[in-house]
């Protein structure tokens, strides 16, 4: 199948190089293999250790530490390949940690932890691939997180629960978000919080303890409930500033959402193929299916929207360096709400053209479509996405 359609924006030559890599790579795994990992709920190790092999877990590390030393434009592409190859938003989450959890770690951990850490990730032979934000009673509204960390002599002792943490079983760290001082003590919400990478092999012989979630979409990626209880991490695994934790998240946010966005963007342009193929193949009343335009409109729609999704993806990925963080947090917001609408668009779309068949295993586009349900929920579900373009850039009253 031609991918001309798929290939609309112009690339420079460091993103071809990358797009024309990904793509080879991800050619070694087809349908069957995310097929058999979704359907089995595996982990898709193999496929993790491919790119750890080609070194692209250190996407995002620089050189001197082990890694490649790309940016957002080269990692936009990469994860729209990776999902855009058939292994879905699955594939995508099982490398997106891997190569975001260093981003803080590079920009804020002390040099002894990057000079012996960075290059392992790089290599792939120590996964930072675990984030821990989420709480029962704290969603969307991170700031109201409870765990945790007092210091006790040389040490941090963690308690308290965290929930939808992915990838905790892949991982030998995990960068987690506590609180040192409780929210009633700080002048603003955001303060009051760090950041910690904890050994995980340590931490489970110290009183944690971790249960699986059962969810139905991208369920080879599994995610956990944590239970932290008198887990003890030294103090020098304090990753920058006691207190300053949240404001180091933010730091890499809309790079992270845009690379986000492209993910959702490579999940729409999968299940929009699969839908024109079979129009393109299944003949219904003596013809393809295709020329009917009850067939065809949803498809071009669908293009349509991922198109303008990547269009906002790529334009933003290019000027980042250049934008003031409000108006890069306003364009990463639109590209992860456009591009997440969009690929459920283009999967409903798909399985629509599919018939009856939209719904067998075989196809994949059901299993595009539980995917491209997640992305409105994920890393920040649509509306919070819109509450930031409501109150920060048409300055709308907010209402929290
Ligand atoms: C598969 C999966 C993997 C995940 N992986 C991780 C991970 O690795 N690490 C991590 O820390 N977290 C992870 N998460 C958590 C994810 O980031 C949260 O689920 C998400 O931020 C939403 O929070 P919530 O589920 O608590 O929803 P809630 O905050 O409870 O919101 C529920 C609903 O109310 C809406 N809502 C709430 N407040 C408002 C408002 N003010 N205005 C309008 N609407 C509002 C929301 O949009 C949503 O629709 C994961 C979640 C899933 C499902």
Redesign the pocket.
């Known amino acids: 199948m031609p991918h001309d359609w798929r290939d609309s924006v112009a690339l420079t030559e460091r993103q071809s190089l990358v797009r024309r890599s990904i793509r080879e790579l991800c050619a070694e795994f087809d349908d069957e293999y995310w097929r058999t990992r979704d359907r089995e709920e595996t982990y898709p190790q193999a496929f993790v250790d491919r790119l750890a092999a080609d070194g692209w877990l250190g996407m995002l590390i620089p050189e001197e530490y082990g890694g490649v030393g790309m940016s957002t434009s080269e990692a936009v592409v990469m994860m729209e390949e990776i999902a855009g190859s058939g292994g879905g938003f699955a594939a995508a989450q099982s490398i997106h940690g891997g190569i975001y959890n260093s981003v803080p770690i590079v920009n804020y951990a002390d040099e002894e932890i990057k000079r012996n850490l960075l290059p392992k990730v790089a290599a792939g032979e120590k996964a930072i691939q ?5 709480e029962p009673n704290a ?3 991170s700031t109201a997180m409870t765990t945790r960390a007092r210091r006790d002599g040389d040490e941090y002792v963690i308690d308290g629960e965290k929930v ?3 990838r905790v079983e892949a991982s030998d760290y995990l960068v987690l978000m506590a609180r040192t001082t409780p929210r009633e003590e700080v002048d603003k919400r955001t303060r009051g919080i760090s950041m910690f990478l904890v050994d995980l092999a340590d931490a489970y012989d110290d009183g944690l303890d971790i249960e699986r979630i059962p ?1 139905t ?2 369920p080879a990626v599994h ?1 956990y409930q944590l239970y932290f209880d008198g887990v003890r991490v030294p103090a020098d695994r304090l990753i920058g500033e006691e207190g300053e934790g949240f404001y180091q998240v933010l730091d890499g946010l809309n790079e992270e959402r845009l690379v986000i966005a492209a993910e959702c963007l490579g999940l729409g342009e999968v299940a929009l193929e699969r839908g024109i193929e079979y129009a393109n193949e299944r003949e219904v009343f003596g013809g393809p299916i295709g020329a009917n335009q009850a067939i065809q409109h949803p498809l071009a729609e669908s293009y349509a929207d991922l198109l303008a999704a990547k269009k906002v993806i790529y334009d933003a990925a290019d000027r980042l360096d250049d934008l003031e963080r409000e108006r890069a947090g306003a364009e990463a917001n639109v590209a992860k709400y456009l591009a997440a609408d969009a690929a459920f668009g283009a999967a409903d779309a798909a399985v629509q053209t599919h018939g009856g068949f939209g719904v067998a295993r075989e196809y994949d586009v059901e299993r595009y479509l539980r995917e491209a349900r ?1 992305t409105r ?5 649509q ?2 996405a819109l ?1 930031y373009l409501g109150e920060r850039v048409l300055d709308l009253p907010r ?2």
Do not use: C, E, M
Not at 130 to 134: E, K
Not at 377 to 381: E, Y
């Open positions: 675990a984030f821990g934000l989420t969603g969307s509204d939808w943490i992915s969810k979409a991208a995610s997640l929920l994920v890393p920040i579900t509306q919070l509450n209402s929290y």
